[in-house]
């Protein structure tokens, strides 16, 4: 049944924050994700899903990074799951990053990709949601580079998403007139985080995708430096950026 979650393995505490392993029916997909939450709270709290970059997985270390911080800083919980042929979605795990971007190049332009990922999302986001330490509080998304290829269509999709952190992409590639048919429908507030020297998106590609978001709350921040550049301080910004329109856990 879509929306059906199981747990995987026994959850593991570091330092206050409890990591699980799920796996989610979507649509008769099995969706692998990682759920991160407080070891000693309970109870209803934001949550944030963090969406990787192709290639990589949901536990990356940026990604890992960013859920511990958003546990235990603000008392959220936070969630990632693999995408379209990354991670556990392979017999691998996705370990050899090589295959797995040349296996994404052909699956962004499979017709009907972004709309299976949104699915995805969206019966993660419900079974999440109906877990007792997560409950039904605000939700915000993160996700740069092929975490906005398939974010941003779930973002503008899904009204339950309150603040989003977008960026590294642009209006291009086999996606690029679903994303720009999608920008407009964004209406929550948005951090969208550009590297001015990336050498994967041009600049221009990026300003037409900020400058189509429909949200009035729009912030686009720009740095310098390569696609994977992304400064540490932009980061913790983008992190006080959901946690001011979020709110706090417990």
């Known amino acids: 049944m879509s929306g059906e979650l199981s747990w995987l393995d026994d959850p593991v505490v570091s330092r206050g924050v409890v990591e699980r392993r799920f796996d989610v029916d979507s649509e008769g997909r099995t969706v692998p994700g990682l759920l991160w939450t407080p070891e000693a709270a309970s109870g ?10 192709g290639s990589l997985h949901k536990r990356s270390d940026y990604i890992l990074g960013m ?15 693999d995408g379209p ?3 556990d979605r392979r017999p691998d795990g996705g370990l050899d990053s090589k295959s797995v971007s040349e296996d994404f ?8 990709s972004s709309d299976r990922m949104v699915a995805d999302w969206q019966a993660s986001l419900d079974a999440l949601r109906a877990q007792p330490d997560v409950g039904e509080g605000a939700v915000g998304y993160w996700g740069l580079s092929m975490g906005t290829i398939f974010g941003l269509p779930f973002v503008a999709a899904e009204s339950r998403v309150q603040v989003a952190v977008l960026g590294l992409m642009g209006i291009m590639g086999p ?22 020297d990336d050498e994967l998106v041009p600049r221009e590609r990026v300003v037409a995708l900020f400058d189509a978001i429909g949200s009035r709350d729009k912030r686009l921040h720009a740095n310098p430096g390569a696609h994977s550049a992304v400064p540490a301080e932009e980061v913790r910004a983008s ?3 959901l946690a001011r329109h979020l709110g706090r856990g417990r």
Do not use: N, Y
């Open 44 to 53: 209803e709290r934001p949550l944030v899903l963090l969406g990787h970059g």
């Open 67 to 81: 859920a511990r911080r958003l546990v235990r800083h603000h008392g959220f919980a936070a969630a990632a799951i």
């Open 85 to 87: 042929v990354h991670g």
């Open 105 to 112: 190049r052909k699956a962004w332009d499979t017709e009907g």
């Open 175 to 196: 996606s690029g007139r679903r994303m720009a048919d999608d920008a407009p429908k964004l209406a929550c507030p948005v951090l969208f985080l550009q590297q001015w």
């Open 239 to 241: 992190e006080e950026f």
